[in-house]
């Protein structure tokens, strides 16, 4: 039996690239709308509720609206937008956030996409705090880089449109207000916000999310080795998050913002200084892949009992 998926949203980014990946998988099947029935509300509403797992690719208020037209209690929802992030109800679609998380998803029927700052940050940050390296309250910084089509295709557009002349690297959310820190304090397990400070790079897909600490000002001055050990146990048998061994990293002298390529895999860093005892904790991931797609897709596969990387690139 197939499972029947319906992408809301299959044109965009985020959506294309799903369906790619989606296809010619056989235990699957996609429900297609005739693109002049796209925006007809009986259309999508005969789709979202035929199908078995919907995946919204919308804008918020769009994915909002598409939830209120499913009026079944069996359709399963992986909505990729910000707008259930952080609300009641819904299950954060991060398998590897914690112990018992994937087994969460695997019996949810409303699953949230997280974000692709959000994943970078929190796959470096809350084995830390589970693990007692990082106290509740600490003040936190993360940092980085992503690529344009993170902004979708208005910034797509505006990086490669006719007479565009972008900037090679531009900070942005300078008011400390970014639609990500609500995600990043509630599954982080922190009690403060982390002060975030992302930016954009003239690239097209890729990102880096950076976390650095003063080990000697935390409590019990943990060593470098002991954060590399936490977030190494954290992620053992993970098939698609990585650590690096201190070594690779202590050889590296720089680190790309395609490091993982156009793929679903995340590649988490820890680059230390033993003498000043700090460290720069780093993620690479493909803001289109496991920063989206890659993890939309990984949650289907959770949800439909499929193997979890089925149809991924890793």
Known sequence: MTTQIFIDGAVGTTGLEIAERLAGRPELSLIVIDEKDRKDARARRAALNDADVVILCL??????????????????????????????GWTYGFPELEPGQAERLAGARFVTNPGCWPTGFLA????LVLAGLIPADWPVTVSGASGYSGGGKAMIAEYEGAGSAPTGFRAYGLGLAHKHAP??????GLSLPPLF???VANAYRGMLVEVPLHLRALPGAPAVE????ALTAAYAHSPIVSVAPLGESDALSQLHIEHVG????LALFVFGNRDTGQVRLVAALDNLGKGAAGAAVQNLNILAGLPETAGLRL
């Open 262 to 265: 156009a793929t679903d895999r």
């Open 59 to 88: 804008p918020d208020d769009a994915a909002r609206e598409a939830v209120a037209l499913i009026d079944n209690d069996r359709t399963r929802i992986i909505d990729a937008s910000t707008a259930h992030r952080v609300a009641d």
């Open 226 to 229: 002991d954060v590399h050990a």
């Open 197 to 199: 400070a992302p930016a």
């Open 183 to 188: 995600e990043m304090l509630r599954y982080s």
């Open 124 to 127: 470096l940050v809350r084995p």
